[in-house]
């Protein structure tokens, strides 16, 4: 059980924990403010409370903890934007292109793609770009007309070479943001979405706004410089507490 003269530090500890890792949250939603397809994510905390003094108490004192319960994700669509790269495509509505990595499978909403030196479709950071049939997509040295339709579908001058996978999931928001943009599933099945909407030439943006996350920032950093202050008080006031009692004792 925690020593009553302990507590308001403990507390205030619980306190700035919680906004440490708000701003870690704040911090990387600033800096993918530019990334394709990147969500804005949020910290969501709970109170936890906790008694004061033995169980036995018939009225038992409380006291509130901060409680870091997760990140929740802003699943709305960020603004599309025309680029004019016709391996760029943004996806309408819901869905994620499926992507092959050396750790397995992956998934994105950044459609900014291109091709590797082999005539692979890539995404930025060079991974392939998964088909529906389960097989990455290759153009030919001499095939320079590329277009991707709604349906997903990529064809160039000599016709049709595969459908573009996007997939879904029962829970989005449980999807893990693991480095470039990229999600990781966990225990979670993609499903294929049954009506595909592709824009090719487009890139859907950030949905971060940036100067409330800014200001949230300021927000963040001056309660923790507050909670500091207060830690640095009761530290002292402890300090004098003991010294106080130390010199009574030995009186």
């Known amino acids: 059980m925690v020593e009553p003269m302990q507590t308001p ?3 205030a500890l619980s ?3 919680a906004l440490w890792r708000q701003m870690d949250v704040v911090a990387n939603n600033i800096a993918n403010m530019n990334t394709p397809g990147y969500k804005s994510e949020a910290t969501l905390f709970t109170q936890y409370l906790a008694r004061s003094r033995g169980i036995e108490s018939p009225s038992p004192d409380r006291l509130s903890y901060t409680l870091d319960y997760g990140t929740v994700r802003d699943m709305s669509e960020g603004p599309m934007t025309h680029t004019g790269n016709p391996l760029d495509v943004a996806i309408s509505g819901q869905g994620y292109l499926e992507v092959e990595t050396d750790f397995g499978r992956f998934f ?4 900014r793609l291109m ?4 005539g692979m479709i890539v995404t ?6 998964m088909s529906a049939d389960d097989t990455p997509f290759f153009i030919a040295p001499n095939e320079t007309d590329i277009t991707i339709s709604r349906d997903g579908t990529v064809s160039t001058e000599n016709g ?14 449980r999807l893990r943001r693991v480095e470039a943009g990229l999600l990781d599933a966990d225990d979670q099945e993609p499903q ?3 009506v595909v909407a592709l824009q090719q030439g487009m890139l859907e943006g950030s949905n971060v706004q940036g100067m409330e996350q800014i200001t949230h920032m300021i927000e963040v950093h001056r309660a923790y410089e507050s909670v500091q202050q207060m830690i640095e008080s009761e530290s002292e006031r402890q300090r004098r507490a003991i010294s106080v009692l130390s010199g009574a004792k030995n009186a």
Do not use: K, M
């Open 9 to 11: 530090s403990y507390i």
């Open 15 to 17: 306190r700035q924990t």
């Open 108 to 111: 994105t909403r950044n459609g």
């Open 115 to 118: 091709l590797d030196q082999d």
């Open 124 to 129: 930025s950071s060079g991974h392939p770009v």
């Open 160 to 173: 049709a070479i595969g459908r573009l996978r996007v997939v879904e999931f029962e829970d989005p928001e």
């Open 192 to 194: 294929e979405v049954e």
